[in-house]
């Protein structure tokens, strides 16, 4: 099997995707086994200076840094469980000793597979106003839609006043479920969690749309490179 590396963004995100690579190995692999995986964090804050800044370049850098470590530590290709660190990915690219995973082209590959036309977008501000999920999605015939106004604010406040410190609430659960009822009413047939904390508030069975899980997908692509 390949050797797995995980470059972190933020900490609840990043071990939400661990979990589901081990989770989801029980089934591909065997009980107590999993391809090997290294993860290296370097704290969010060192990277929101770039991201408030528009500096993808210098989140490139970041992600550069970490990909260099887990390269000279084994891994065989990455992963970055960080939807917003994808708008560097022209910048990793270009540079990187090993191949990556792209979360937005591994959930939109799973929206066409399952039919969706249009996909709403829950994200950060980063991901709501960037290219990164347009750029995957339009090629395979998939429209992305975003919330408006106030829906929009509130997406992006919850994830970064509570989800990335492990804090959900019912009432942000409600909150995002009715932007979801929104983004219903204006077409889509489908919502991706696009931030990778999200999964860890909304629930699939409560969704006024059916899910896109960024995190799942993005870790079971992982295992399913591991095997390949």
């Given at each position: 099997?390949?050797?797995?590396?995980?470059?972190?963004?933020?900490?609840?995100?990043?071990?939400?995707?661990?979990?589901?690579?081990?989770?989801?190995?029980?089934?591909?692999?065997?009980?107590?086994?999993?391809?090997?995986?290294?993860?290296?964090?370097?704290?969010?804050?060192?990277?929101?200076?770039?991201?408030?800044?528009?500096?993808?370049r210098g989140v490139g850098r970041i992600m550069l840094d970490s990909v260099r470590l887990l390269s000279r530590a084994g891994a065989d290709f990455a992963v970055c469980p960080d939807n917003s660190a994808h708008r560097a990915w022209a910048f990793v690219q270009a540079e990187t000793p090993i191949p990556w995973l792209h979360i937005a082209q591994v959930l939109g590959a799973e929206a066409r597979r399952r039919g969706y036309r249009r996909v709403g977008v829950l994200g950060t501000r980063f991901t709501m106003t960037g290219p990164v999920y347009r750029e995957a999605l339009s090629p395979m015939g998939i429209d992305t839609v975003v919330p408006e106004g106030a829906d929009f604010e509130t997406v992006d406040r919850i994830i970064f006043s509570e989800l990335v410190d492990g804090i959900f609430k019912d009432a942000s659960r409600?909150?995002?479920?009715?932007?979801?009822?929104?983004?219903?009413?204006?077409?889509?047939?489908?919502?991706?969690?696009?931030?990778?904390?999200?999964?860890?508030?909304?629930?699939?069975?409560?969704?006024?749309?059916?899910?896109?899980?960024?995190?799942h997908l993005l870790a079971t692509a992982a295992v399913r490179e591991a095997l390949a």
């Open positions: 099997m390949k050797h797995i590396g995980i470059v972190a963004c933020s900490a609840e995100g990043a071990a939400l995707c661990y979990q589901q690579i081990c989770r989801d190995a029980l089934q591909l692999v065997g009980k107590n086994d999993h391809p090997r995986i290294t993860l290296d964090s370097i704290p969010l804050a060192a990277w929101m200076p770039s991201f408030d800044a528009g500096d993808y409600q909150a995002y479920n009715r932007v979801i009822a929104r983004l219903r009413e204006r077409g889509c047939d489908a919502v991706a969690l696009a931030c990778t904390e999200i999964p860890l508030l909304v629930r699939p069975e409560e969704s006024p749309l059916p899910t896109l899980d960024s995190t």
